[in-house]
């Protein structure tokens, strides 16, 4: 019976640990609130032409990319739309090849 009571005990102690590690936490995180806001705040202002030279830069390399993107965008329709066509296209020149005309002579005589 007295294991329990240790085991109890121990349990509280643990929990009273983790509650004060809790509110410790949290007070610290609402006191440097202020500090966090203001570091933000500067380097956000310090570092905002350099987000602005990284727009600009993307949006030029977008840009030089943006023809070749097209060019990948149209082949990959053209292929999605042809791949299911294959066995319609097989068939028809099967058909072609079987109701055309014989192969006409080169020398007439």
Known sequence: M?????LLLV?????????????VKVLLW???????????AVAGLLFLPFLLLKALIGGLLMLLAL?????????????AILIPLLP?????????????????ALVRG
Do not use: K, Y
């Not at 349990?11 to 809790?22: D, R």
């Not at 609402?30 to 933000?40: C, G, S």
């Not at 023809?67 to 292929?79: C, M, S």
């Open 11 to 23: 349990c509280a102690a643990v929990f009273t640990l983790i509650a004060v590690a809790a509110v």
């Open 67 to 79: 023809p070749f993107l097209i060019l990948g965008a149209l082949a990959a329709a053209l292929v």
């Open 88 to 104: 319609l296209l097989l068939l028809f020149g099967l058909i072609w090849f079987l109701v055309r005309d014989g192969p006409e």
């Open 30 to 40: 609402v006191v440097l609130l202020p500090f966090r806001l203001l570091f933000w």
């Open 2 to 6: 007295i294991e329990l009571g240790v």
